[in-house]
DNA sequence: ACCTGAACACCGTTCAAGT
DNA sequence: ACCTGAACACCGTTCAAGT
């Protein structure tokens, strides 16, 4: 099985918007692509994302490792599905919300910090298995869309606000990841001192002084080493930006 | 061997910081930390990241695979150490640049994104095997805290700003690198025919008009599928958002 | 058309042994 | 202390065969 249609889509995405045809005649047909995807993703939610072997999700299902090639092209086509599965956006009952543009964006951002946070195996996949045409990663842009409506921006800048906002919330989440699960978590007095040997006023003179008092890359003692704070700033030149830009375009000259 | 030292601190900071003493006793010693990860890193650059294994990296060395472990805990310490090596900046001459903080965090941003693109496969690598306590990302933090010296901003200020700079850096490389090798590179009319089956205007009324023209994960023909006009736009974004604060920070009131 | 079973060509990593 | 050689416990994926 090629991983492309005949066409240039994916297959991923073909699958994804339910293009790929599995037809209905011939034996038990016990398999299909959501209880594929659903087993894999409840598997990366238990033990992790190193966990998702071939075997384990048809185990899982009680069918053959081989089963599942015929759903599936790869293991990346199934780690692409699981990707847009999970990406998911909540129910909201009025959208745009009426507080405003930028309380939509917000809401937005906060919407995804919510989704990786709840699944960090998400922001372990491999770079390649994300597609920007799939449902959800749609959905996501449509709502931006909606939300900027009343702004005098042109397509381009629109399109531009989407990636941003994007790129933000999934940039500080997989910093708050590091963070969390690398050398802060468990830094002391001690380390620091054996830092400070390497990291020295001399090489750096700006920052050794931070590294020092925790402000770089500090413990959770410090009351630093988690970066929301910093998602929070960059979210609101984000906004202010926009809002700059906006106030350019409705008064011309 | 333990990924940890017998301090909090990863094994790989203190690797790549000369603190992991390797005494000079006993046999040959034909190998070295340094030695192993340039080898790590020609192979990543010649063949991709995929290529890189224990018995590849040293085979092209001229020893056993398992002599590697005797310098390295595990693959995942050898590929922090790649990650960090790779990101060594350009030297320059005059830091900051006299043109003023805005083109020094924008040269900044810009080197990031030559590193990246330079060798893609810094973004494919697993999102824990990066380490913030590393020399060339220490070493980056302090170009920065150089260039935005002369502003009247807080510690929590100017790590937002940097943190800011970096995520929207490799976030908009990692989208670029996907648009390249994902779906939009072969599209063409009836690829887009056949999406717009599904992306109906019902569904995404906002978003269905940009698909078919192009203007949303468009094909390189149209003159989209490039992402580096919005990249440039969020670096705007951010900077003058940095202006504004700067603004309320030196008149206050 | 759907699923199975056996086999292949890899991985990273262990362990005990050599010098 | 440094390196080797053989072995282990996995992977994803192929292929030919069953129903």
Chains 1, 2 share one sequence.
């Not at 045809?21 to 238990?46: F, M, N």
């Not at 298995?129 to 799939?134: D, K, S, T």
Request: with cysteine.
């Amino acid at each position: 099985m090629d991983d492309r249609t005949e066409h240039g889509i994916p297959r991923a995405v073909a699958i994804a918007w339910g293009m790929a045809e599995t037809p209905q005649r011939g034996p038990r047909r016990g398999l299909s692509h959501e209880r594929i995807v659903e087993a894999a993703i409840e598997i990366a939610d238990a033990d992790g994302l190193a966990a998702v072997t071939m075997q384990r999700v048809a185990e899982s299902l009680g069918f053959t490792t081989m089963s599942l090639y015929r759903y599936v092209a790869n293991k990346g086509e199934l780690l692409t599905l699981m990707q847009d599965a999970a990406s998911k956006l909540p129910k909201v009952d009025t959208w745009p919300p009426p507080e405003g543009w930028q309380e939509g964006i917000r809401q937005l951002a906060i919407q995804l910090t919510e989704i990786y946070r709840a699944r960090t195996w998400m922001l372990e996949l491999p770079r390649y298995e994300r597609a920007v045409l799939m449902p959800n990663a749609m959905e996501f842009a449509e709502r931006a869309m909606a939300a900027l409506e009343p702004l005098p921006l042109d397509t381009e800048q629109r399109v531009a606000v989407i990636l941003n906002l994007a790129v933000l919330a999934e940039g500080f989440c997989r910093l708050e990841i590091n963070l969390a699960e690398e050398e802060v978590t468990e830094f002391d007095a001690h380390d620091i001192q054996l830092l400070s040997e390497v990291i020295t006023p001399e090489r750096f003179p700006l920052l050794a002084p931070l590294v020092v008092t925790g402000s770089w890359a500090g413990s959770p003692e410090t009351g630093h080493g988690h970066v929301s704070g910093e998602f929070e700033r960059g979210l609101q030149w984000l906004i202010s930006g926009i809002e700059q830009l906006a106030a350019q375009a409705s008064s011309p000259g």
